[in-house]
């Protein structure tokens, strides 16, 4: 079962989503530090690229979707959103709750979200 799903998609998934931080990283930090646009504004712009640059480079290289473009944006979209706010629950209980250290909570919660995200992005977003 989890060969199943742990198959080469997922690993083009995990280096797609590396390279979209990576990038959303460099344009916030450019956008923050160059424009004095406040953080929060340097962060929906980098994080608006970074999603686009995703949903592209999954879409046409790891699971060939180039059709229904409105409805598989809008299901990445909706489930990174859902993403974003299991990660944060977790990094917050982690170490609010468990008193874990900062790092380490962030990559256990990257990689639980990053699952979860998998799984609904390939059965949902880029099926059929």
Not at 29 to 58: C, K, M, P, R
């Amino acid at each position: 079962m989890v060969r199943k799903y742990l198959n080469k998609h997922f690993l083009y998934y995990v280096i797609i989503g590396a390279a979209a931080t990576i990038v959303d990283t460099c344009i916030f930090y450019l956008v923050s530090e160059f424009t004095g646009l406040e953080i929060v504004f340097a962060n929906w712009i980098s994080l608006t690229i970074g999603i686009l640059l995703s949903f592209y480079l999954n879409s046409h290289f790891n699971f060939k979707k180039k059709d229904k473009f409105i409805r598989r944006m809008f299901f990445f979209s909706v489930i990174l959103i859902f993403g974003m706010i299991i990660g944060t629950s977790i990094l917050y209980v982690l170490v609010n709750k468990f008193g874990f250290g900062k790092i380490f909570s962030k990559i256990i919660s990257v990689i639980i979200t990053g699952v979860f995200q998998y799984l609904f992005n390939s059965r949902i977003t880029f099926h059929g």
